[in-house]
């Protein structure tokens, strides 16, 4: 009877795990489902499912927030389903200012500059007097 219960605990015990591993092994694309605004500037969407891994507020020249986010690929730019919420939060993309990864948005005088690299973003927000940073993000982190 002892040895019984043991095995029945061993199987529950195996398909929890194997449940865990098979939710974290889900799909490594974004959702592109929920959205909260980003650090550097609240009514910039990103992702609620990507993680801020680095941050620089307060900087003379810029206010810039980097995340992480599995899926993103820097050939492929900006994804449609993002650049649509993006739109949709207000912003308009200034295609004559986009350079490179880096995409230019501005909604009510503000300026947003989002840099997608291999799996992580980049929101930079320049300060008014120094509105030509996409020169430098060319490169990446």
Not at 55 to 83: C, F, I, R, W
Request: net charge positive.
């Amino acid at each position: 009877m002892w040895q019984k219960r043991m095995r029945y605990s061993f199987y529950a015990l195996g398909t929890i795990l194997l449940l865990f591993v098979i939710a974290g092994c889900g799909s490594s694309k974004p959702s592109w489902t929920t959205f909260v605004g980003a650090s550097v500037e609240k009514s910039f969407p990103v992702p609620k499912e990507a993680n801020r891994v680095e941050t620089a507020p307060n900087n003379s020249k810029m206010d810039y927030a980097h995340y992480s986010l599995s899926g993103l690929h820097e050939d492929s730019g900006v994804p449609e389903a993002y650049q649509r919420i993006i739109k949709e939060w207000g912003w308009t993309e200034k295609a004559e200012e986009s350079k490179g990864t880096t995409t230019v948005y501005e909604k009510d005088k503000l300026t947003v500059q989002l840099t997608i690299h291999n799996n992580s973003f980049t929101v930079l927000v320049p300060k008014k007097e120094s509105r030509s940073i996409v020169q430098g993000l060319d490169s990446g982190p």
